[in-house]
């Protein structure tokens, strides 16, 4: 009966995304406004399991990137929203697409965005209205679907940070996060908002132009500082912003950094309305080739347990952001007791959603889910997420 109930509540939900929006801000208001805004635990239970919109709104112009000669962001083609979106290789969204993914059995859709393409280099960054509007075409596509749908500012935050004090990227953040709320203020509560993606409390360019390490101090300054400039310039922004569920980003989304006292949760206007943001459960696993082994499995379930006493406990959902949608062959351990790759997936999936996390799938244009067939690319997978959405809607 619980899961049915959640069902219904994320069905009203959906309702609310049906009409179109104005260019400057999302669907009618009044529909959400009449409704009791979710708590973040009543919209982590409805979010089942996400896959990112990969290499897609947040590919960019990495010429020189890691240099300091890499003053702005580098024109991509002819300076249109298209060039960007598939300068990596994506095909260019589609509603047929988003009304796939949904099909195969998600339920969150995570869009990772660099803001900074088509941005004009003069100290304010003003978010390019082109670029918004596209990213506000494929939050509708999303919408349509009946899909929770999560933006975030995605390797622009790595450039910022990379060039600025604490204190100036808090500036320039709070701006970045101030228009895009504005702009989407009045889309329902099924739009959720992730205030950075893995670089905060990175590492910054020196006098001499060589990225160099913060202190431990100084890098949980900054996570903390700015995560409180996301929280309050989403609240600021009116309409459904001041209530709307929100996703504070980890420090290097890494679980033993997260998890550490010096991480601080951001106050809040309300109660109740902020998730928190890790990746990879098994991160350290995945890059030693132990994948399938006892170890694999109790550092997966350690993870999990560092995450529940620092957030779950308190009633803050964790949000893996992103997940890993395979292992390869290679980073199986040598005797491993699993070895087959969609079984370590769902084996992984199961145990977040089992602690109440959104595990949400990274995902590239050809990956795991096939833009271009429109489904799941292999069979295995694809019974797996099945498997997995008919347990959590309770259609077994």
Same mark, same amino acid.
């Given at each position: 009966?619980?899961? #049915?109930?959640?069902?219904? =509540?994320?069905a009203v939900?959906?309702?609310?995304?049906?009409?179109a +929006?104005?260019?400057?801000g999302?669907t009618s208001?009044?529909?959400?406004n009449?409704?009791?805004?979710?708590?973040a635990q009543?919209?982590?239970?409805?979010?089942?399991i996400?896959?990112?919109l990969?290499?897609?709104?947040e590919a960019?112009s990495s010429?020189?990137c890691?240099?300091?000669?890499y003053?702005?962001?580098?024109?991509v083609?002819?300076?249109?929203?298209? &060039?960007y979106?598939? +300068?990596?290789?994506a095909?260019?969204?589609?509603?047929?697409?988003?009304?796939?993914?949904?099909?195969?059995g998600f339920?969150t859709?995570?869009?990772?965005v =660099?803001?900074g /393409?088509m941005?004009?280099?003069?100290?304010?960054y003003?978010?390019?209205?082109?670029?918004?509007?596209?990213?506000?075409? %494929?939050?509708?596509?999303?919408?349509n679907?009946g899909?929770?749908?999560v %933006?975030? %500012?995605?390797h622009?935050?790595? =450039?910022?940070?990379?060039?600025?004090? $604490?204190?100036d990227c808090?500036k320039?953040?709070t701006?970045?996060w101030k228009?895009?709320?504005?702009?989407f203020k &009045?889309?329902?509560?099924?739009?959720?908002f992730?205030?950075?993606?893995?670089?905060?409390?990175g590492?910054?360019?020196?006098?001499n132009?060589?990225?160099?390490?913060l202190? !431990?101090?100084d890098?949980?300054?900054?996570?903390? $500082?700015?995560n409180?400039? =996301?929280?309050?310039a989403?609240?600021?922004?009116g309409?459904n912003n #001041?209530?709307?569920v929100l996703?504070?980003?980890?420090y290097?989304t890494?679980?033993?950094?997260?998890t550490?006292?010096e991480?601080?949760m951001?106050?809040?206007k309300?109660s109740?309305r902020?998730?928190?943001?890790?990746?990879?459960?098994?991160?350290?696993?995945?890059?030693?080739n !132990?994948?399938?082994g006892d170890e694999?499995v109790?550092?997966? &379930?350690?993870?999990?347990?560092?995450?529940?006493?620092?957030? $779950?406990?308190?009633?803050?959902?964790v949000?893996m952001?992103?997940?890993t949608?395979?292992y390869?062959?290679? /980073?199986f351990?040598a005797?491993a007791k699993?070895t087959?790759s969609?079984?370590c997936?769902?084996?992984?999936?199961?145990k977040l959603?089992d602690n109440?996390?959104?595990?949400?799938?990274?995902d590239?244009?050809?990956?795991f889910?096939?833009? $271009?067939?429109?489904?799941i690319k292999?069979d295995?997978?694809r019974?797996?997420i099945? !498997?997995?959405?008919?347990?959590l809607h309770?259609?077994e």
């Amino acid at each position: 009966m619980l899961k #049915k109930a959640i069902s219904l =509540f994320t069905a009203v939900l959906m309702l609310m995304s049906v009409s179109a +929006c104005s260019s400057g801000g999302g669907t009618s208001a009044s529909a959400a406004n009449d409704e009791a805004a979710p708590t973040a635990q009543e919209v982590a239970k409805s979010m089942g399991i996400g896959l990112n919109l990969g290499n897609t709104m947040e590919a960019y112009s990495s010429a020189n990137c890691e240099q300091i000669t890499y003053e702005w962001i580098p024109v991509v083609g002819n300076n249109t929203p298209k &060039d960007y979106e598939t +300068c990596w290789g994506a095909l260019e969204t589609t509603q047929e697409i988003i009304d796939g993914i949904k099909a195969e059995g998600f339920d969150t859709v995570r869009i990772p965005v =660099f803001w900074g /393409n088509m941005m004009e280099n003069n100290g304010k960054y003003t978010i390019n209205s082109d670029y918004i509007a596209r990213v506000k075409e %494929i939050v509708d596509y999303c919408q349509n679907a009946g899909l929770y749908t999560v %933006i975030n %500012i995605h390797h622009f935050d790595e =450039f910022i940070i990379r060039r600025n004090s $604490t204190e100036d990227c808090k500036k320039i953040f709070t701006s970045l996060w101030k228009q895009i709320a504005k702009y989407f203020k &009045d889309y329902p509560y099924t739009v959720v908002f992730e205030g950075y993606n893995e670089y905060l409390g990175g590492d910054q360019f020196d006098e001499n132009g060589n990225l160099a390490g913060l202190s !431990k101090a100084d890098a949980y300054e900054m996570t903390n $500082t700015l995560n409180q400039a =996301f929280v309050d310039a989403v609240r600021s922004a009116g309409g459904n912003n #001041k209530d709307r569920v929100l996703i504070v980003s980890g420090y290097w989304t890494n679980i033993d950094n997260t998890t550490s006292p010096e991480f601080v949760m951001p106050a809040d206007k309300v109660s109740d309305r902020l998730m928190v943001s890790v990746h990879y459960v098994d991160n350290a696993m995945y890059w030693t080739n !132990k994948i399938g082994g006892d170890e694999w499995v109790n550092y997966t &379930d350690s993870q999990i347990d560092l995450l529940n006493k620092a957030f $779950t406990e308190k009633n803050i959902p964790v949000f893996m952001g992103e997940t890993t949608a395979g292992y390869p062959a290679s /980073n199986f351990e040598a005797n491993a007791k699993y070895t087959d790759s969609t079984e370590c997936v769902e084996m992984v999936l199961n145990k977040l959603l089992d602690n109440g996390f959104v595990p949400v799938i990274w995902d590239v244009s050809d990956g795991f889910y096939s833009r $271009t067939l429109r489904r799941i690319k292999f069979d295995s997978d694809r019974e797996m997420i099945r !498997k997995i959405y008919n347990r959590l809607h309770d259609t077994e």
